[in-house]
């Protein structure tokens, strides 16, 4: 069975820093893409970043680019986000997702919390 | 970035219905559209990808058709666990972006 595990959120203030990781189970991590979304409170979905399988091909959303950083460790079957100068806007629930057929998302962790706020 | 605009927002319906949902992009997305489910509190989960074709263990009551810029997901004869809201994504291009989600609650 396909798991996938988000951890790392919590609460910080404006301009400070968390790191995300998403360990992943029950597949081959290093054959797939994969990618974090987030939605932010009452609100629908976004999609933030993508990895691709050596981690050479990397993409953003405008609003972190430059903020953000995905990575994985295929030795790990890991995948993480490394968030910085983080603003009021990024409070939402962080989702990791593996890259599917036709760049879907087919399979989602259930998700962690980041708060921003003073 | 390819804007999705999903039609209506919310729609009330009863055990049985046929419900549909409509897609738009504001550019040719080609068959590059996915569709999910999202019950409250959950992670959202794949339903129909490039258009039509059902991910594993979806009930055959899903379907999507559609192509370029207007697309629709119909769920015929609606179930309990049907009461959710569903999400259109496009993944032709990057940014990959989403509809606003419409909500499918009881009458």
């Known amino acids: 069975e396909v798991q996938l595990v988000e951890s790392g959120g919590g609460l910080v203030q404006p301009g400070g820093s968390l790191r995300l990781s998403c360990a992943a189970s029950?597949?081959?991590?290093?054959?797939?893409?994969m990618n974090w979304l987030r939605q932010a409170p009452g609100k629908g979905l976004e999609w933030i970043s993508y990895?691709?399988?050596?981690?050479?091909?990397?993409f953003y959303a405008d609003s972190v680019k430059g903020r953000f950083t995905i990575s994985r460790d295929n030795d790990k079957n890991s995948l993480y986000l490394e968030m910085n100068n983080m603003r009021d806007e990024d409070t939402a629930v962080y989702y990791c997702?593996?890259?599917?057929?036709?760049?879907?998302?087919?399979?989602w962790g259930q998700g962690v919390l980041v708060s921003v706020s003073s | 970035d390819i804007q999705m605009t999903q039609s209506p927002s919310s729609v009330s319906a009863s055990i049985g219905d046929r419900v549909t949902i409509s897609c738009r992009a504001s550019?040719?997305?080609?068959?590059?559209l996915n569709w999910y489910q999202q019950r409250p509190g959950r992670a959202p989960s794949l339903l129909i990808y490039?258009?039509?074709y059902l991910q594993n263990g979806v009930p055959s009551r899903f379907s999507g058709t559609g192509s370029g810029t207007d697309f629709t997901l119909t769920i015929n004869g609606l179930q309990s666990d049907d009461f959710a809201t569903y999400y259109c994504?496009?993944?032709?291009?990057?940014?990959?972006?989403f509809g606003q989600g419409t909500r499918v609650d009881i009458k």
């Open positions: 997702s593996r890259g599917y057929n036709s760049g879907s998302f087919d399979s």
């Open positions: 029950g597949f081959t991590f290093r054959s797939y893409s």
């Open positions: 990895i691709d399988v050596p981690g050479s091909s990397i």
């Open positions: 550019q040719t997305v080609s068959k590059s």
């Open positions: 490039a258009t039509s």
């Open positions: 994504q496009q993944s032709y291009s990057i940014p990959r972006t």
